[in-house]
């Protein structure tokens, strides 16, 4: 059974940084590519970085390209966003996500097994 679990979620000033991690169990971690999505209220789920399976590629949406770096240890089975220059508009859950596929994907079809969320509340 696949289980993400996403940590390091808070409350931060506007230009304040967060590191979160997704601890994966279940699968061979080191053959999925992995994702980081966000949710913010009354808006629908979307891609803010994505990584491929060995950790040789990566995606950012606009937004957040430099300023969040998505990035794997397949030792420990973990992914893990660095989140700086944080806005207020980066308010939302944060969800990790895995899929089969070797390569980046964008689009929440593509991913198989997702966490629960951890909340990032940026203040202004």
């Known amino acids: 059974q696949v289980q993400l679990v996403e940590s390091g979620g808070g409350l931060v000033q506007a230009g304040g940084s967060l590191r979160l991690s997704c601890a994966a169990s279940?699968?061979?971690?080191?053959?999925?590519?992995m994702g980081w999505f966000r949710q913010a209220p009354g808006k629908e789920r979307e891609i803010v970085a994505g990584?491929?399976?060995?950790?040789?590629?990566?995606y950012y949406v606009d937004s957040v390209k430099g300023r969040f770096t998505i990035s794997r240890d397949n030792a420990k089975n973990t992914l893990y966003l660095q989140m700086n220059s944080l806005k207020p508009e980066d308010t939302a859950v944060y969800y990790c996500?895995?899929?089969?596929?070797?390569?980046?994907?964008?689009?929440?079809?593509?991913?198989?097994?997702w966490g629960q969320g951890t909340q990032v509340t940026v203040s202004s």
């Open positions: 996500a895995a899929s089969y596929f070797g390569g980046i994907q964008k689009v929440t079809a593509q991913y198989h097994s």
């Open positions: 279940g699968l061979t971690f080191s053959s999925y590519s």
């Open positions: 990584i491929n399976w060995i950790g040789s590629s990566t």
